[in-house]
């Protein structure tokens, strides 16, 4: 495997579910980014992780956990969503923490709320 | 609120025509990224921009900061199909966060 890789691609999960995206990538980055992406909306940023230690936490819902075990693996666990939270959502990384660099992106999942 | 305005916001044209697409700010960027992304896919990046004026190339993309770092434009001469995707900018203003476009939709017709 190479670059940056997300699974599952396609979630579909109800408001009472609890699931868990999860995200890896094998550049041998330092910097992981959680993004939110809805259509016709700029991507939002919702957490980011430099060696490991979470940097930013942009108001997101605690319904959203991010965890962070190792530079190379990122995951997103959710809870009791709601419908508005449908959209994909991207894992990146990047070589350092800084906007300048250049930011690898995965695949994406896919998430619907039912 | 930092934004940056993209337009169009999509745009659908015949092959071999020629496009530009815009993103316009009021803030000041230290440099700026333009993205590529295609569906089922994760964005990718095509450029960086940093000095004010900048012009640069990708084989029949042509990218360009502005002046003052606060706008950019990306041109597209003879479009193929395999431009079509969803382009995304977005400016750096020295930490870390990138501020994101909401993108342009490009559809080339074969």
């Known amino acids: 495997e190479t670059g940056v890789t997300q699974t599952p691609r396609h979630l579909v999960m109800g408001m009472t579910n609890k699931k868990s995206l999860k995200c890896e990538q094998h550049?041998?980055?330092?910097?992981m980014y959680w993004y939110k992406q809805s259509a016709k909306k700029p991507l939002e940023l919702m957490f980011v992780?430099?060696?490991?230690?979470?940097?930013e936490n942009n108001s997101v819902p605690s319904r959203f956990s991010p965890e962070c075990p190792n530079s190379s693996h990122l995951f997103l666990h959710l809870h009791t969503l709601q419908p508005e939270d449908s959209a994909l959502y991207l894992c990146?990384?990047?070589?350092?923490?800084?906007?300048?660099?250049?930011?690898?992106f995965g695949p994406g999942t896919r998430l619907t709320v039912t | 609120t930092q934004l940056l305005e993209q337009s169009p916001q999509f745009l659908s044209i015949q092959e071999g025509e020629n496009l530009t697409v815009y993103c316009n700010s009021s803030s000041v960027f230290s440099s700026l990224q333009w993205y590529r992304q295609e569906p089922g896919e994760g964005p990718v990046l095509l450029v960086t921009v940093v000095t004010g004026g900048e012009v640069k190339k990708l084989k029949r993309l042509t990218f360009q900061f502005g002046d003052a770092r606060k706008d950019s434009s990306l041109h597209i001469t003879a479009a193929q199909p395999g431009d079509t995707g969803l382009y995304l900018c977005a400016g750096a203003k020295g930490n870390y966060q990138l501020i994101w476009g909401a993108g342009t939709k490009l559809i080339i017709k074969p």
């Open positions: 550049l041998g980055h330092n910097a």
């Open positions: 992780y430099n060696f490991k230690e979470q940097t």
């Open positions: 990146a990384s990047s070589q350092r923490l800084a906007g300048a660099y250049e930011q690898y």
